[in-house]
């Protein structure tokens, strides 16, 4: 069975910076891309970000690109998402999300429960 | 960027009823579309890809048809369960974009 469990959300300053952490279980990490997607309060979702299976390839929302960074390590089959200068408007619910295809980077198969990021002083 | 717009932005229905959405791409996404449940405080569902396949275990109530730039997702006869919004995605390239969603709540 596919679990994704996010960890590392909570209360942060505007400009300070969060890590987050998703485990995933019951396939084989290396063989997917793996990625963020948001929902702020009231809001729709938000695709953040996306990396590849191997690593080699990572891809940004515009809205994040040059704040947040994506890894993986594949030894512990971990999913991160570093957020730096973080803004109100990046508070959200933030979901890791399993592709259901090696090729499809972004059809979204399996979600985590997700994790509440809020930004506020 | 492809811009995706969700019709309507919410319905009331009752148990049985047949409840239809549409979907509209500003551009080709070659079928490269999905449609996803969400209910609050629950990960999303994805329970339509490529325009018209069903997931597997996703009950056949479900369905979803269109191509090019214009797709409808439609539950046949709705339960209680399906009180939820749906999102409709493309994922043809980068960045994937969701549609606004659909709230569809009890008459």
């Known amino acids: 069975e596919v679990q994704l469990l996010e960890s590392g959300g909570g209360l942060v300053q505007p400009g300070g910076s969060l890590r987050l952490s998703c485990a995933a279980s019951g396939f084989t990490f290396s063989d997917y891309a793996v990625s963020w997607v948001r929902q702020a309060p009231g809001k729709g979702l938000e695709w953040v970000s996306t990396?590849?299976?191997?690593?080699?390839?990572?891809y940004y929302a515009d809205s994040v690109k040059g704040r947040f960074t994506i890894s993986r390590d594949t030894s512990k089959n971990m999913l991160y998402l570093q957020m730096n200068s973080l803004r109100a408007e990046d508070t959200a619910v933030y979901y890791c999300a399993k592709a259901k295809y090696f090729i499809t980077l972004t059809l979204f198969h399996y979600w985590g429960q997700g994790t509440l990021v809020t930004v506020s002083s | 960027d492809i811009q995706m717009t969700q019709s309507p932005s919410s319905l009331s229905a009752s148990v049985g009823d047949r409840v239809t959405i549409t979907c509209q791409a500003s551009?080709?996404?070659?079928?490269?579309l999905s449609w996803y449940q969400k209910k609050p405080g629950k990960a999303p569902k994805l329970l339509i890809y490529?325009?018209?396949n069903l997931e597997t275990g996703v009950p056949s109530r479900f369905s979803g048809s269109g191509s090019g730039t214009d797709f409808t997702f439609t539950i046949s006869s709705l339960q209680p369960e399906d009180f939820a919004t749906y999102f409709c995605q493309h994922y043809d390239n980068l960045p994937p974009l969701f549609g606004p969603g659909t709230t569809v709540d009890i008459k």
């Open positions: 990396i590849s299976g191997s690593g080699g390839n990572t």
């Open positions: 490529d325009a018209s």
């Open positions: 551009q080709d996404i070659n079928n490269y």
